[in-house]
């Protein structure tokens, strides 16, 4: 029997589907044609009925769905370690804002996104949710570097780095959609940025602008105390109830954080289908709290995960945020039968993907889904011996583990090998931006210090 002609074959090695019966093959095989998975299954079987002018070996490997990192601003790479271990205001106001209006534009976004991607795809994360600035820009370097990704161009309401008024941050938005609905890899989205910066009236316009484009809405809500304590004030409710009286939140919306939220707000969030972004390292961090995930999943949320950006976190790792989803919640709520190894994988790929309904698209590997695949090794020493496939991926394995990366069928990492980025280039540029970025900082402190202490000015050199 003549066999069927595919793109590439993914040959040996345990498949770790993800799927709604949690299959696990071992000895499998994955056939790809024109960037979907047209068959799955033993590895003889596939041999037998599929041929490919490619094949990688996997024996011996992990086959798992691509990571999902629901939720960051990729180009704030750049500012990873800028400032660290202070409180949320004093972090944003002495170093974040300062740092962004006078360092980023199209050139920084672009060199930042180049650098998150990167790292993103050499920790084996296949699509990323993005909220940030000049977006058309990260759109462009995304698409360029063959990685999957939800982009959600920033409104808010005082004067950003691409646009000063929310008016022409909106048009933007708009114009941004046009340009990129129906890409194979980018869904263009609008993002405002939270419900304490962002007016009733003009979440109602991004409701009214999403609905009329058909594109998703990303959003942070309930990421704080304080957030929660203002719009109590101010709206007599919740800011997930609040959100859903103005008629914002639909299947459709993305939200980042939900920390704060009560056993009404979960309530709401799986009425309205809500997709959940949650990042367990940045909440410890910025120490915001702890989001009663345990709870969301028992309801049957969608949730993901996500790293937020790099300045607080400090990395794009995946890998991590499974390991420190499971561990928080064990002990948050002193039960370590909660966010099982198998639930944490499982939001880091099928619940991400539902968070940011893309479950038809990408997510699990089945016949039909778009073929994002990573290939982990299994035989590193802190990987031996092996008793539990999930436990395994979950709780030893690294970021440095992943080997080789497929996206849409493209391979975007072989070997540990990036082949649509240049690595050194990028760690060049970021270095420029560095010593550009130290300096302007420098610069506000010196602006600072002359302020409020005229006669100590000093005019030696800084060392920062
Ligand atoms: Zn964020």
Redesign the pocket.
Known sequence: MARERVDLVISGGIIVTMDARASVIDDGAVAIRRGRIVAIGRRSEIASRYVAPRTIDARGRAVIPGLINT???VPMTLFRGIADDLELNEWLTKYIFPAEAKNVDQSFVRVGTRLGLAEMIRGGTTTYCD?YYFEDAIAEETARAGMRAVLGETVIDFPAPDNKTFAAALGYAERFVQRWQGHRLIVPAIAPHAPYTVSEDHLKEVRALADRLNAPVII?VAETRKEVADIMQQKGTTPVQYLARIGFLNGRTTA??LVHVNDDDIALLKKLDVGVAH?PQ?NMKLASGIAPVPKMLAAELAVGLGT??AASNNDLNMWEEMDTAAKLHKVATFDPRVVSARQALWMATAGGARALHLERETGTLEVGKRADIVIVDLDRLHQTPRYDIYSHLVYATKASDVRTVIVDGRVLMRDRRLLTLDEAAIRREARQWQRRIAQSLRAAARKETRELRPERVSTGRSTG
């Open positions: 939720h960051t601003h909220m942070h980042a954080h990042n940045s937020d950006g």
